[in-house]
């Protein structure tokens, strides 16, 4: 079954530092566009970064310079590394890979893992 | 950046209503749209992509359509597992945009 797992949420302090993994099952994470999208207690969602086929990236521009995305194929994993993180940066985080490469709608997703930024 | 407004925010039906959500896009999008379902404390469900193709697995009750700006997501004959939040996001561009949400609540 193609399935995705993150890890590697919890509480941090504002201005800290923290990395989510998301482990890739029964597909390659090299094979497509691997994304990250957030969701805010009781908000909506929002799309956070991409990582092309090619090896290129993008950054929504509320993240851009704070977060980096990066893959290990041979972990079939995709990562998020989030630094000077903010209040308004807590949210449940999810990994969701895209329906094909080119085409940016996400069609699996893993549980997501939450991340509070807090004093 | 591509602002995706939906309407309504919530929408209270029984079952066996049609239901009709509606998505505008601030610029024209092509039929370069997405439908998901969302349940409390549950990841994003894709049923929908290029505006009216029903994603494998999905049921037949639900339809989509529309393009440029304008685009609906239909369920016609509300089931109790529908009840949930549905999204629409656009991929015509970056950053990648996506509606405020419209929950489907039971009347």
């Known amino acids: 079954e193609v399935q995705l797992v993150e890890s590697g949420g919890g509480l941090v302090q504002p201005g800290g530092s923290l990395r989510l993994s998301c482990v890739a099952s029964?597909?390659?994470?090299?094979?497509?566009?691997m994304g990250w999208v957030r969701q805010a207690p009781g908000k909506g969602l929002e799309w956070v970064s991409v990582?092309?086929?090619?090896?290129?990236?993008n950054y929504a521009d509320s993240v851009m310079g704070r977060f980096t995305i990066s893959r290990d194929i041979s972990k079939n994993t995709l990562y998020l590394q989030m630094s000077s993180l903010r209040v308004e940066d807590t949210a449940v985080y999810y990994c969701?890979?895209?329906?094909?490469?080119?085409?940016?709608?996400?069609?699996?997703w893993g549980q997501g893992t939450m991340v509070t930024v807090s004093s | 950046d591509i602002q995706m407004t939906q309407s309504p925010s919530t929408l209270s039906a029984s079952v066996g209503d049609r239901v009709t959500i509606t998505c505008r896009a601030s610029?024209?999008?092509?039929?370069?749209l997405a439908w998901y379902q969302q349940k409390p404390g549950k990841a994003p469900k894709f049923l929908i992509y290029?505006?009216?193709s029903l994603e494998s697995g999905v049921p037949s009750r639900f339809s989509g359509s529309g393009s440029g700006t304008e685009f609906t997501l239909t369920i016609s004959s509300l089931q109790p597992d529908d009840f949930a939040t549905y999204y629409c996001?656009?991929?015509?561009?970056?950053?990648?945009?996506f509606g405020g949400g419209t929950k489907v609540e039971i009347k």
């Open positions: 969701a890979k895209t329906k094909r490469s080119g085409t940016s709608v996400f069609d699996i």
């Open positions: 029964e597909f390659t994470v090299s094979s497509t566009y």
């Open positions: 990582f092309y086929t090619g090896g290129t990236t």
């Open positions: 610029q024209s999008i092509s039929s370069w």
């Open positions: 290029q505006a009216s």
């Open positions: 996001q656009q991929y015509n561009s970056y950053p990648l945009t």
